[in-house]
């Protein structure tokens, strides 16, 4: 009977644990839905002088649209440069990017493999040229991705207000509908724009960046004398040390990028991987200083407990919990039949109830992104609305990818992309 106790009294905490641990979120939540407006309506003050960086391997099927884009926007040609790093590429990604008007520098090197050494060899490339000292921002975007017109104008618009080492963007997706695993993606990112980084930056709290799609101050990477950011997670090891040494990340939702995303979940799995393994990279080496940062109080000591939770996987508690009540249930088959029973109904209960609050918690997220992004997601009704029951499952997924990041040896592996230039627009 005590041991029955026992086991109801840890999933009671376990559960008050994890619900208090990430309550926060459910206040981002109503911070977006109640901030309809992310556009800034002051003008700058002046149009500033910028460079795009694209690290691109084996990318010829998709990296003349991103130029092209880039090269349509409503914002000064003489202020906007781009520059394109064929980072061990053997396709023709080099020939096409500068064909589309990119200037362009071949890297070769199988041992620093990644895009973060990738981007730094292009700007150690920029100052050997004498060309680092022009800009005052550099854009950070991945080859696959196609820029809003008005990107760099409303960028531009925030970076002006000063403050800010790095501003990210608003990221949709070319491909929501393709299938249940690129509507995963994009309803998570769409998320994280509207109830994560809006909520973020009208809180004051400091944002984070996604891979793509985001501005950095020149001046910040002229002093660290590149990006010396190589961890498998590079954008969230580089979100971390700014909140940790409070240095601000802003955002910008009127600036939008539409990015592609994988399509075959054995893809969606390397990446995820590698994404998870660079999670625990991150909170080993800034867990301590964040927990520091947390400690200062206020805004930064939210955003330092925001990116500490984000990098912590808080779904290893879980399946600890889930398995300790295995291992005890499978002790007590040699109980008496009664205490034995109890037992193995109680982790049935904790178990099939874990999964069930998780998975009506997701699909209750995932209803409120589609109906609130609605109008900016490029798929039509039926497909918006048919991949919802599944989004849950595609963040399922996460446990055993998590659990396998624990163990397993991860590299950074390319994710193929092809051209989707037709995006259904049908609202």
Not at 170 to 190: C, D, E, H, P, V
Not at 398 to 407: G, H, M, Q, S
Request: hydrophobic share 45%; aromatic share 14%.
């Amino acid at each position: 009977m005590q041991l029955i106790h026992l086991v109801e009294r840890f999933n009671l905490i376990l559960g008050l644990t994890m619900t208090a641990l990430y309550f926060y979120q459910v206040f981002y939540l109503g911070v977006g839905l109640l901030r309809r407006s992310w556009r800034d309506r002051r003008e700058p003050m002046r149009l500033h002088r910028y460079a795009v960086l694209i690290s691109a391997r084996n990318e010829a099927g998709v990296i003349g649209e991103l130029i092209t884009s880039l090269k349509g926007q409503d914002y000064p040609a003489e202020l906007l440069d781009i520059y394109v790093v064929a980072d061990n590429c053997t396709d023709c990604t080099a020939a096409v990017a500068k064909a589309a008007g990119a200037r362009v520098y071949r890297r070769f090197d199988r041992v620093e493999v990644g895009k973060g050494y990738a981007l730094d060899y292009l700007l150690k490339c920029l100052k050997r040229d004498g060309l680092e000292s022009r800009y005052e921002g550099y854009f950070i975007f991945d080859a696959d991705n196609i820029v809003d017109p008005a990107f760099v104008r409303e960028m531009n618009r925030v970076f002006d207000r000063g403050g800010f080492t790095a501003i990210t963007g608003y990221r949709n997706s070319k491909n929501f509908g393709q299938n249940w695993i690129t509507a995963g993606y994009s309803i998570w990112f769409l998320r994280e724009a509207r109830f994560v980084n809006a909520a973020r930056m009208a809180l004051g709290v400091n944002c984070a960046v996604s891979g793509t799609g985001f501005l950095v101050d020149a001046q910040f990477l002229r002093e660290k004398g590149g990006w010396p950011y190589h961890l498998l997670t590079e954008d969230i090891q580089f979100s971390a040390e700014c909140a940790a040494q409070g240095l601000r990340i802003g955002y910008c939702g009127a600036a939008v990028i539409y990015d592609e995303q994988p399509t075959a979940f054995r893809q969606s799995w390397d990446q995820r991987l590698r994404w998870s393994k660079g999670f625990y990279q991150v909170d080993a080496q800034y867990g301590p200083s964040l927990l520091k940062g947390i400690l200062r109080g206020g805004r930064q000591g939210l955003g330092c407990y925001d990116i500490l939770l984000t990098v912590t996987p808080g779904v290893l508690l879980t399946v600890a919990g889930a398995a300790l009540q295995v291992v005890v249930a499978l002790v007590c088959l040699s109980a008496p039949d009664w205490v034995s029973k109890q037992v193995l109904l109680l982790t049935w209960d904790f178990v099939a109830g874990a999964f069930w609050a998780f998975y009506r918690g997701m699909f209750l997220y995932g209803l409120i992104t589609v109906l609130s992004e609605w109008r900016a997601i490029k798929a039509t009704p039926v497909r918006k609305l048919c991949f919802l029951p599944l989004f849950p499952l595609f963040m399922l997924s996460y446990i055993p990818i998590t659990v396998a990041a624990l163990f397993q040896k991860v590299e950074w592996k390319p994710i193929r992309h092809t051209s989707v230039t037709q995006m259904d627009t049908a609202a």
